[in-house]
């Protein structure tokens, strides 16, 4: 139901940053950040709440990465430091309307197209 936007992907070197975006056609309540590999399952990266009150992120990217969000922009960013080449994967953004804590992509309910992120050694 909303439209979704990535951009800011590109090629890093290991221990660079890069910082993706999410624009919104809407409002949205819970955003999230997942990454897929070819021949891999949609991996979960992390979750924001509405009103940025809650940060939740899997364990590969736990002290690295930083999700935030501007709702007066709807835009929803992903800082990633540290990179490292397994890091590498198609990023999507996603929406859900759950109020709980989700991190799987059955429980999203809107995605974007991904921008792809290539970390080299």
């Known amino acids: 139901q909303v439209q979704l936007v990535e951009s800011g992907g590109g090629l890093v070197q290991a221990g660079g940053s890069l910082r993706l975006s999410c624009a919104a056609s809407?409002?949205?309540?819970?955003m999230g950040w997942f990454r897929q590999v070819p021949g891999k399952e949609r991996e979960f990266v992390a979750r924001i709440s509405r009103t940025a009150s809650s940060t939740y992120y899997s364990n590969s990217v736990k002290g690295r990465f930083t999700i935030s969000r501007d709702n007066a922009k709807n835009t929803v960013c992903l800082e990633m430091n540290s990179m490292k080449p397994e890091d590498t994967a198609v990023y999507y953004c996603?929406?859900?309307?759950?109020?709980?804590?989700?991190?799987?992509?059955?429980?999203?309910?809107?995605w974007g197209q991904g921008t792809q992120v290539t970390v080299s050694s």
């Open positions: 996603a929406a859900t309307k759950r109020r709980l804590i989700v991190t799987t992509p059955p429980e999203y309910d809107d």
């Open positions: 809407g409002p949205t309540f819970a």
